[in-house]
């Protein structure tokens, strides 16, 4: 018989690990949305881009249909992940 305690450790260490993978990838994706911020700023384009945004969230929600994760969650984290984008976005344009 296996030690459920020892299962559960195991698991929670992958975990652990893809959590730490997800925030490592979550600071490089802001790092390039930032410059992007950046970039419209400096020519005056809008901080938010529906269409894009759109066709992101139609994107992720395939993806995540195709990985077995729910496509509304998908949209949820995007859409907050989005939500900060703008903000960031925005203060990029009032700082110039």
Same mark, same amino acid.
């Not at 410059?35 to 929600?61: F, H, N």
């Given at each position: 018989?296996?030690?459920?305690?020892?299962?559960? $450790? +195991?698991? /929670?260490?992958?975990?652990?690990?893809?959590? #730490?993978? &997800?925030?490592?990838?979550? *600071? =490089?994706?802001?790092?390039?949305?930032?410059?992007?911020?950046?970039?419209?700023?400096?020519?005056?384009?809008?901080?938010?881009?529906?269409?894009?945004?759109?066709? $992101? +969230?139609? /994107?992720?929600?395939?993806?995540?249909?195709? #990985?077995? &994760?729910?496509?509304?969650? *998908? =949209?949820?984290?995007?859409?907050?992940?989005?939500?900060?984008?703008?903000?960031?976005?925005?203060?990029?344009?009032?700082?110039?």
């Amino acid at each position: 018989m296996t030690d459920p305690n020892a299962q559960l $450790q +195991t698991l /929670r260490s992958s975990i652990d690990n893809i959590d #730490a993978a &997800l925030v490592f990838m979550l *600071a =490089e994706r802001f790092r390039c949305t930032k410059q992007v911020g950046v970039l419209k700023a400096e020519y005056g384009m809008p901080a938010s881009d529906p269409s894009r945004e759109e066709q $992101q +969230t139609a /994107r992720l929600r395939r993806l995540a249909a195709e #990985a077995d &994760l729910d496509p509304e969650f *998908a =949209e949820k984290w995007f859409n907050f992940v989005v939500a900060e984008v703008i903000r960031h976005h925005t203060e990029a344009a009032e700082e110039r």
